[in-house]
């Protein structure tokens, strides 16, 4: 712009200073540069939002362009899935016509294949219980025969065995006693005896040294116990004088039970084994013959005295009417069992033993068995019998009602001699009614019952001749055979045999 743009003379500006005109003229200069900078930004700026439109719109377009590709192929897919599906869907049109007659049908096969199912079961049922039958005869024929074989072999062992064992010198014994019993290291069956200067051989079914534990001893008596289950009176009895270790065989001790707990666990474990086809009750009850008195010694009338009384339903055993018995079914109903017993069992003292028992202890165990799948049943009976001591009154210091005590014992031990020496002879009659022991266990010392007598002796000289007597009471007692003469052959009588020789041997032994 030339200053002859600005001259002031030219707008009429004459009387104005020159100063304030040329300031005004320089900022309108000025204000004109600001706004031809600013017209150039915004014209900068419009050509810049043009570009920016035009690349938007072309990156539109181009997605755009790329999504309408997307789409026409995604519609030539569908033309396509479309024609491939027409032939399925004229497949599935015709199973579905397929299935409708089949449901349509199918009452008629359901009926079809429901009665060829049941001729098929009712065929499968045929033979299996024809193989039942077959295998329920087998089963029969095998446990007549594991019975016949059982009992075979305790036959073969003899009706009656008889057992020794030696009790083990006890401490204070030691020094005032001398071993007089020595073993014979090939034949367990032999015994010796050092008899002022003389060696006495006795031969026994089995001889226990003084070492052998509760478990050994068990283990030969345990085939016995198992007759019981097969329908057999079993009966175990401990012989010997007082302070011989029979309590300690039949009772042991807590931790080392003798024969009768371990009888009733093995009872326990064989019926376990034979169910569900075996159902059996075991019943246990306990006796004390005191004074030739009957006690029970698990009911609560202590002074109520029990009779012997032949059973009115024609089985021909006997039973104690009034008798406490327990069903035990686990070890813990049997400690309970034992624990009454043991408390009401009456002892006293004597110089022989200060815990001597004074009366005969019977724990007597029976069995009844059912056999659903055959219908068989079984009853049988087991007594464990722990005798009172054997010893001459002399030697035991016995006096007034203790003395009356011995005198009963040596009675019902002598009666017992007498029954074994009559079963020994073969004698018609066999005095079962001479004591109420040997009463009440007749039906398990005759007829084709089990019987195992544990003859106990001690091993020190000063009971020489209580364990000499007591040794040839066994021998006697191991040549009995019982065998299978019928019950009604061994008559229950309360008229006494005459007395031979052996009875009135044993009668002084254990009367002296």
């Known amino acids: 712009m030339s200053d002859s743009a600005i001259n002031p003379s030219a707008y009429g500006l004459s009387g104005i200073p020159e100063r304030s005109v040329f300031l005004a003229t320089t900022k309108v200069a000025r204000n004109i540069r600001e706004m031809e900078r600013a017209q150039g930004q915004l ?46 869907l004229r497949t599935l049109t015709c199973d579905y016509n397929c299935l409708k007659r089949q449901v349509q049908d199918f009452p008629f096969m359901l009926e079809k294949a429901i009665t060829e199912a049941k001729q098929e079961i009712c065929q499968v049922i045929g033979e299996v219980s024809s193989a039942n039958q077959e295998l329920l005869r087998k089963y029969k024929r095998e446990m007549n025969l594991r019975k016949k074989c059982h009992n075979e072999l305790v036959r073969l062992k003899g009706n009656i065995r008889v057992f020794c064992r030696v009790r083990p010198v006890c401490q204070g014994e030691q020094d005032s006693a001398e071993n007089m019993v020595s073993f014979d290291p090939e034949d367990d069956a032999l015994l010796y005896l050092s008899n002022k200067g003389k060696l006495m051989t006795f031969e026994l079914d089995k001889v226990f040294h003084p070492q052998a534990t509760q478990e050994e001893v068990f283990q030969e008596v345990q085939s016995l116990v198992t007759s019981c289950i097969d329908g057999f009176n079993v009966c175990i009895f401990a012989y010997g004088q007082t302070g011989s270790g029979k309590t300690y065989t039949m009772e042991g001790v807590p931790k080392d039970p003798g024969i009768n707990q371990r009888a009733l666990r093995l009872l326990f474990s064989e019926v376990t084994e034979k169910a569900p086809d075996w159902d059996y009750k075991i019943t246990v009850s306990m006796v004390e013959i005191y004074n030739e008195t009957l006690r029970n010694l698990l009911g609560d009338n202590q002074g109520e ?26 070890p813990e109903d049997i400690n309970r069992v034992f624990e009454l017993g043991h408390m009401n069992r009456a002892t006293a003292c004597t110089n022989l033993n200060e815990h001597s028992s004074r009366s005969h202890a019977l724990l007597i165990i029976t069995v009844v068995g059912f056999n659903s799948s055959t219908g068989h049943r079984t009853q049988g ?48 009659h066999v005095p079962f009614r001479n004591s109420r022991l040997t009463y009440l266990l007749s039906d398990s010392l005759s007829g084709d019952s089990k019987t195992l007598m544990m003859v106990q002796i001690s091993p020190l000289v000063s009971n020489m001749s ?18 299978n003469t019928p019950r009604r052959q061994w008559e229950i009588s309360s008229t006494s045999s005459s007395p031979t020789h052996d009875s009135l041997e044993v009668r002084h032994a254990h009367i002296l």
């Open 466 to 483: 209580e364990s000499v007597c007591s040794l040839k009471f066994a021998q006697r007692v191991r040549t009995i055979e019982l065998g």
């Open 305 to 330: 005295k029990l009779d012997i009384k032949m059973n009115p339903d024609g089985s021909g055993q006997l039973y104690v009417p009034g008798l406490t018995n327990f069903t035990v079914k686990s």
């Open 43 to 88: 014209e900068a700026e419009m050509q810049n939002l043009e570009d920016e439109k035009n690349r938007v719109i072309e990156e539109a377009f181009v997605r755009a362009e790329s999504e309408m590709k997307a789409v026409h192929e995604n519609l030539a897919g569908v033309r396509m899935n479309l024609l491939t599906l027409q032939p399925a």
């Open 381 to 428: 009976k087991l007594n464990l019998v722990d005798l009172a001591g054997s010893e001459r009154i002399a030697k035991s210091g016995a006096e007034g009602s203790r003395l009356r005590e011995a005198q009963c014992i040596n009675k019902s031990l002598s009666a017992l001699g007498d029954v074994i020496n009559a079963l020994r002879s073969r004698h018609s």
